[in-house]
């Protein structure tokens, strides 16, 4: 079973509004941490944020801002005032900590494509 | 410092020829991790290092060896490679156990002809 869901391939999004990309997630797991990476066209993957599934609160990055809804298992990223330099793709991922505490692997949805238009 | 580097950046290569992928980080990092990533879709883990000791091999093949000289670094071997190899490289690393984020390097952009 797929365990990160973006469902969206592409986006489209105004210079200077603001945008949100979906993402949700499947876990038994009661310990998990929540990431978006943005990866350019030149290829480096640029850690954004990051969301714990203990954390009361919804993270927030400057810009961005992780809309986490723990019932629901969804991890939207949300960018305000967009900027020509935000079009990349988006990849949310999820991190599971297995019950002895180990570190389990970062699993990647297949990415959303944010274009930005001036 | 958050860096994470790659040598080489871009990487043209037979499918008889011996290469190596180089990583490196000064963060302190006890955790390194090769990707494999190919166009338009997720990178897909091959191996991780855990205070230099493989951890994880997630059944690759053994074209590709890993090898991690010191806590600093992490080269990937390349030999006999298919075409299908071709790929964009990542490495990155983090903290260590019980510790989140994964910090990436450019990548290596892998061409076998």
């Known amino acids: 079973a797929q365990k990160i869901t973006q469902t969206q391939p592409g986006m489209f999004v105004q210079e200077k509004e603001a945008v949100t990309l979906d993402c949700t997630y499947d876990?038994?797991?009661?310990?998990?941490?929540l990431f978006w990476y943005k990866q350019p066209s030149s290829g480096e993957m640029i850690f954004l944020i990051y969301q714990g599934s203990y954390d009361q609160q919804n993270a927030t990055e400057g810009r961005y801002s992780l809309n986490f809804q723990k019932a629901r298992k969804s991890a939207n990223l949300v960018i305000s005032a967009s900027q020509l330099g935000d079009s990349a793709m988006y990849f949310c991922a999820m991190r599971e900590l297995d019950y002895g505490g180990s570190q389990g692997n970062l699993i990647f949805g297949k990415g959303t494509k944010l274009s930005v238009k001036p | 410092d958050t860096e994470v580097t790659q040598t080489p950046k871009h990487l043209v290569m037979g499918m008889t020829n011996k290469k190596s992928l180089k990583c490196e980080q000064h963060m302190g990092h006890r955790a390194m991790y090769w990707y494999k990533q190919k166009a338009k879709k997720p990178p897909e883990l091959m191996f991780v290092y855990s205070y230099e000791k493989l951890s994880i091999n997630e059944s690759v093949p053994s074209r590709f060896s890993p090898e991690c000289p010191n806590s600093s670094l992490l080269n990937l071997h390349l030999h006999a490679l298919q075409p299908e190899d071709s790929a964009l490289y990542l490495c990155a690393s983090s903290q260590g156990a019980g510790s989140y984020e994964q910090y990436f390097g450019p990548g290596t952009r892998l061409t076998v002809t």
């Open positions: 876990t038994s797991d009661p310990s998990y941490g």
